[in-house]
């Protein structure tokens, strides 16, 4: 298995591959994630989606850190804390939600809407994926469990599993991108389809906004 200085980065391959394949499994299940890059990269085009599937990589390497250094388990331990995030996540969805219902732009030559900045859109997706505490709580649970017993470093198997999930999901979301926005161009002749595939996206993301905040701790 992978090593540094003697120090083993991750678990035997057993346990490696177990972890791999329940981490390609859980990447591929729609969620708020998923369901932003495709309305992103539907009404934006290739690189919109693109850029929120790295944006919500980025998120994600926040909650891994966090994991590691143990901050997310504040989360467990805090009501509070988590009722906060919850809500403000929860209302970051929402919002994200009517801005959909509310962008009545023209569409462009390649039948997707304008473009926004490539900056603004990659902050937009990765606080949808740090505003979610069960993101969170997910990583501090469920990549514990792939490290190695007798492991040197425990936090350091964590973070390299961490970013072995980060980068997956990540590509993952990239195909998701590219489909929708392949499946957007060769729609773009049917306005209809337009504003229906913006009214799904839009009650997707209320729906999960509702989800996040009927959650429990």
């Not at 992103?40 to 693109?50: E, H, L, Q, T």
């Not at 469990?145 to 979301?173: E, H, S, Y």
């Amino acid at each position: 298995m992978l090593e540094l200085a003697g120090i083993a980065l991750l678990p035997d391959w057993p346990l490696f591959l177990g972890f791999a394949f329940a981490g390609l499994a859980l990447n591929i299940v729609p969620g708020a994630d998923m369901t932003f890059v495709a309305a992103s990269a539907a009404r934006g085009g290739r690189r919109n989606g693109i850029v929120a599937a790295l944006g919500i990589g980025a998120g994600a390497l926040v909650h891994v850190v966090a994991a590691v250094l143990g901050l997310s388990a504040i989360l467990v331990s805090s009501q509070a804390a988590f009722n906060l995030i919850k809500w403000i996540g929860a209302a970051y969805l929402l919002w994200l939600a009517v801005s959909m219902l509310r962008s009545r732009s023209g569409v462009s030559a390649e039948g997707t809407a304008p473009r926004s900045s490539g900056l603004r859109q990659f902050r937009a997706a990765m606080l949808v994926n740090i505003l979610n505490p069960k993101v969170a709580l997910f990583f501090l649970a469920f990549l514990p469990q792939f490290v190695d017993p007798g492991a040197a470093i425990p936090a350091l198997q964590i973070l390299c599993l961490g970013l072995w999930f980060d980068l997956v999901g990540t590509l993952v979301n990239i195909g998701v991108a590219l489909a929708a926005a392949s499946a957007a161009s060769r729609l773009s002749a049917l306005q209809w389809v337009g504003r229906t595939a913006r009214w799904v996206a839009a009650t997707a993301m209320a729906g999960l906004a509702v989800q996040l905040a009927l959650s429990r701790h």
